[in-house]
């Protein structure tokens, strides 16, 4: 008892001085769900949840990539796309925008443009849907384990899961009282960095574990490189017309400060129950909500960008943006009274589990509620444009969601188990924009409206009704089929309208004019598996698999004179096809191989499109788009070389539309196919993608790497991790806009590590992106230039030190 009384003291210390300690890493309590314990060289085994039980990565018929908590470590993967660096065949394009995000994987994405279309690869927090791409903003502190689950996924995880899931678990209170506290800096973004976790006993029965991390850039990734300009207005009250200076934005960017908090506690009586609640925050400010939109694809000959002749598109790590105007600033909404850019995010969250054992079920009952506020100001034409050409705006979103999931799952000896669940869901989205726009004022009008050109307000409301069951059936010893169904009853109730726009603009987008829609689906998502084990360490598999994404509506689109309801509400997304796999442990648990064939068409795949001329967003749905390829992995792990660890993997996956006419790209021509044909979408030109690539979707990707841990002297070990991550090229466009291509690329990633023997001290050198390459994640046609291109472009080469002390 003395321990635990000590332990108690030294949390009460730590929890009075949180503010000074940046944040908590963690091992875990009781970590039934994480990666076991090394073996003396070999491979480790390793425990995963992809069926929503725990079962060995190896035997679930599933192609599911797993980082352990210390691969985790390893690359300071605290952030999706950090852990996205680590995965060749998952992709992701941090937009400011819309959705915040784009996530791809296996070439079947969702566009960024709109914030009202829901991700195609799910994220799950410790049993809880987060599908919101502004999820990127999370810091994912203090893990445990993390999982790709690759393909449709929507019997275990719901809707909103049609090309894959990103499975994050996070870690639980110790047996024993642990703590940790780890400093870092980060060379390029000048950025410091502070974690710390406590984790132990408070009684025999209560756990507590309390993690955080808070940091700081004093510099940043990018460099902004604006030009100072003016912004004309036109006043509709008194006819005259008025310049203000907008001054380049000053510093690389973003600049970002963030912190982050959790708290778990875990109540275990006995071997029987289990009660879990985890309660976490996350802050994040920056000075840029663009801070990453390089205008790198130029349709001028000489490669100047057309709105602003001065920018010349590069691959450069650098950006062209601008100031609000003195009189603008502070006057707007959600403007600040300096000027500046900004982007301001909060989230809250709250997930209760409870884990109850009955021997023969198991049930698990899950609840959350969790938040996000994000807020913006944005140098919009992304350029430094001069005038008449502007678009300072700002942007207030607000989420909610709320949800509680029951399942129940038979453990008996006989041939068949059953598993089954029921979740609910409410959600509401309150999303409002203001715009700049058209070079017009209107000193009549309120003050804060008065330089203006919009003011826009949509709102949704979601609910989700799901049931769900399966049935695993041993037919004979070795043999194993599974059969299940999920059903989804949705709604979702929204409107969009424009409570102001200025006098002289509303001829094109008329003031008050609401446009609604009260949307309603039922979906069947079944699917079979048929698993084959002909040996101890083989596992043979075939799949059927069918997934359903939520239909929805565009809250950031605009009203237009011809705006209908169609413009703006898109119908749901579906996937269905096929995958065969072999997963196997060769040479005494030395090698590991594993490889998957699939193939999977995808109906309404829901695709953004950004109308440059008008700032218009337009969810559409392609007819009809197939993924197919192959995947080969291995991991090597010789006794004879303890410590020593080569793996990597090859990837071929060709993504393609089957069936699209869609809107033509910025700046396509007839002679390009705009028009070709009499093609119409939407009473516009329009272009037919059949055949073309999806975006972000290279054919060949891959992954090499190699570890080794081995003493170096008596009471000290030193560690080693080179990896690398190719890509094919790919076009970052959806619309398949030629100028949009990534090529091709190596990326580099390196770590060295120096500890005591038993862990307890370790200075750690982490380098990621070595080889500086300038990945795009995702783009847009540029605002007021279509010709033109702007890519979500991923971070440079950064290097960072990191001092880490547990005891």
């Excluded at 749905?621 to 197919?628: D, F, L, M, S, V």
Aim: charged fraction near 20%.
């Amino acid at each position: 008892m003395n321990t635990k009384r000590n332990f108690k003291i030294v949390l009460a210390a730590a929890m009075a001085g949180g503010s000074l300690l940046p944040q908590f890493s963690a091992v875990a309590f009781a970590q039934e769900g994480a990666q076991e314990a090394p073996q003396e060289g070999g491979l480790e085994s390793i425990v995963v949840t992809a069926r929503r039980k725990v079962e060995n990565l190896q035997d679930v018929p599933v192609a599911v990539t797993a980082i352990s908590a210390e691969q985790i470590q390893k690359y300071d993967m605290t952030s999706l796309e950090k852990i996205s660096t680590q995965t060749p065949q998952f992709t992701i394009g941090r937009a400011s925008n819309g959705s915040g995000a784009q996530l791809t994987l296996r070439g079947i994405g969702s566009s960024s443009s709109s914030i009202g279309i829901e991700q195609s690869v799910a994220v799950i927090l410790d049993g809880v849907y987060y599908g919101q791409g502004r999820v990127i903003n999370e810091g994912f502190l203090d893990l445990q384990s993390v999982e790709m689950l690759k393909g449709p996924q929507a019997l275990f995880f719901g809707k909103n899961a049609t090309a894959g899931v990103i499975s994050l678990k996070s870690a639980e209170p110790t047996r024993t009282p642990e703590f940790m506290a780890r400093l870092g800096y980060e060379v390029k973004a000048k950025g410091l960095v502070g974690e710390a976790m406590a984790s132990g006993p408070l009684s025999d029965t209560l756990g507590i574990r309390i993690a955080v991390r808070g940091s700081k850039m004093f510099g940043g990734y990018f460099a902004n490189r604006g030009i100072d300009k003016t912004y004309s207005t036109y006043d509709a009250a008194t006819g005259t017309t008025t310049s203000h200076f907008a001054p380049a934005h000053q510093g690389d960017n973003p600049g970002e400060r963030e912190f982050l908090g959790r708290v778990t506690l875990q109540y275990k009586p006995d071997d029987k129950l289990t009660m879990t609640l985890k309660a976490n925050s996350s802050v994040s400010d920056n000075d840029n909500n663009s801070w990453n939109y390089v205008p790198y694809a130029c349709g001028n000959a000489d490669g100047t960008f057309g709105i602003n002749p001065a920018v010349k598109c590069s691959h450069d790590f650098a950006i062209y943006q601008n100031n609000f105007p003195a009189d603008l600033a502070g006057t707007n909404p959600y403007s600040r009274k300096d000027g500046g850019l900004y982007n301001r995010y909060r989230s809250w969250a709250v997930t209760g589990t409870v884990d109850y054992d009955l021997g023969a079920v198991a049930l698990t009952w899950v609840n959350n509620y969790n938040k996000n506020v994000n807020q913006w100001a944005c140098d919009c034409t992304m350029v430094s444009a001069p005038d008449p050409l502007a678009a300072p705006s700002t942007e207030h979103s607000v989420w909610h969601a709320v949800s509680s999931e029951l399942r129940a799952q038979t453990k008996v000896d006989g041939p068949v188990n059953l598993m089954t669940g029921v979740l609910y869901q409410k959600t509401k989205r309150d999303h409002r924009q203001t715009g700049s726009f058209g070079g017009v004022s209107d000193s009549s009008a309120p003050a804060a409206y008065e330089y203006l050109g919009y003011y826009k307000h949509s709102e949704t409301d979601g609910e989700t009704i799901s049931a769900y069951g399966q049935v695993n059936w041993k037919l004979i010893e070795g043999l194993e089929a599974a059969a299940g169904v999920r059903y989804t009853h949705e709604t979702k109730d929204s409107y969009l309208t424009q409570p102001y726009v200025n006098v002289l603009l509303q001829g094109l987008f008329p003031q008050g004019k609401p446009i609604s829609a009260n949307q309603k689906w039922d979906n069947w998502s079944p699917e079979a598996t048929l698993t084959w084990k002909p040996a101890r360490d083989v596992t043979v598999y075939g799949a059927y698999k069918t997934a359903y994404k939520s239909g929805g509506f565009s809250n950031s689109g605009f009203v237009s004179a011809g705006t209908v309801t169609s413009d703006v509400a898109f119908n749901p997304e579906t996937a269905g096809g096929f995958e065969f796999g072999i997963k196997s442990e060769v040479f005494d648990h030395q090698l590991r191989l594993n490889a998957a064939v699939y193939s999977y068409l995808y109906k309404n795949l829901q695709v953004d499109f950004f109308n440059a001329a008008t700032f218009a967003f337009i969810t559409t749905n392609a007819g009809r788009a197939r993924t197919k390829g192959v995947e080969l992995e291995f991991e090597f792990a010789p006794r004879a070389v303890a410590g020593f660890n080569l793996h990597g993997s090859v990837n071929y996956n060709r993504a393609r539309y089957a069936d699209y006419v869609a809107p033509c790209y910025g700046g396509q021509t007839v002679a390009q196919g705009c028009g070709a044909g009499g093609l119409s979408f939407q009473g516009a030109p329009a272009q037919d993608l059949s055949g073309t690539p999806t975006a972000v979707a290279p054919n060949w990707t891959g992954a090499l790497g190699v570890s080794y841990e081995a003493p170096v002297s008596e009471g000290l070990k030193a560690g080693l991790s080179i990896d690398s991550r190719y890509s094919g090229s790919y076009l970052a466009s959806s619309f398949g806009k030629p100028n949009s291509v990534q090529e091709k690329f190596v990326a580099l990633d390196a770590s060295v590590r120096l500890k005591t023997e038993d862990d307890r001290y370790e200075f750690a050198v982490i380098g990621k992106n070595l080889t500086n390459r300038f990945i795009v994640g995702g783009a847009i046609d540029a605002p007021n230039s279509p010709a033109d291109t702007l890519g979500f472009v991923n971070l440079p080469r950064t290097v960072q030190f990191q001092v880490t002390a547990r005891f």
